[in-house]
């Protein structure tokens, strides 16, 4: 399945890192907060995306009356407290490794801010795999898209050699945009018939990366 690929973009949050629990929590109490009602982890896997600002929208949060900064920059807070108490997914350690011993170049996407996501990727003990590390400069988790390409430029491997990895329909875009290819995996943050409908494989766990 990889042999063809001379680099792997990885998404971080959901598909190397089990937060969607984490995130669903987060958000639940910052509705409370604010007098909206709780979701069900199956309502937070169908109305997930990106940008954020949309799906807290459809959530019924109104930021004319509170500014969309002043939020983000709460759940920021809260995640931040809290994200080193979640895990790794399982197998991420070994697949990562296995893409190394293939001679396969990596590096990590996240819609994170960048400072977070490099103290995540710390504390995991996972830089060691990646050439680049790439977050936004911000909080508002809007698009990847200008941030795979500045990856894929940054490799120095055609585009028809990247292989992208993550676990929402976003993923799928941003892999279209650099021109990769994709493979979605069904690990937290979208519901696995959101993923089935991008027409790119769906795995039900990064196991299936793992050599047999």
Request: include cysteine.
């Amino acid at each position: 399945m990889l042999q063809q690929y001379g680099f792997i973009i990885w998404d971080w949050n959901g598909t190397l890192l089990d937060d969607a629990r984490l995130c669903l929590e987060i958000v639940n109490e910052m509705l409370a907060a604010r007098g909206k009602r709780r979701i069900t982890y199956e309502r937070y896997q169908e109305e997930f995306d990106f940008p954020v600002q949309q799906f807290y929208q459809r959530l019924g949060l109104d930021f004319s009356t509170q500014p969309f900064d002043t939020f983000a920059s709460d759940y920021i807070t809260r995640y931040d407290e809290r994200c080193l108490t979640c895990n790794l997914q399982d197998h991420a350690r070994d697949v990562l490794q296995h893409c190394q011993d293939m001679g396969i170049a990596q590096s990590v996407l996240s819609a994170y801010y960048q400072a977070g996501l490099e103290r995540m990727v710390d504390f995991f003990n996972v830089r060691h795999y990646f050439a680049n590390i790439a977050g936004l400069d911000n909080y508002h988790a809007a698009s990847k898209v200008q941030r795979g390409k500045w990856l894929t430029e940054q490799s120095g491997v055609d585009s028809d050699k990247v292989l992208l990895v993550g676990d929402t329909v976003h993923d799928h875009e941003v892999a279209k945009a650099i021109g990769a290819d994709c493979v979605l995996i069904v690990s937290g943050h979208q519901l696995k018939e959101r993923l089935e409908g991008c027409g790119v494989p769906v795995l039900e766990s990064l196991a299936e990366f793992r050599p047999r």
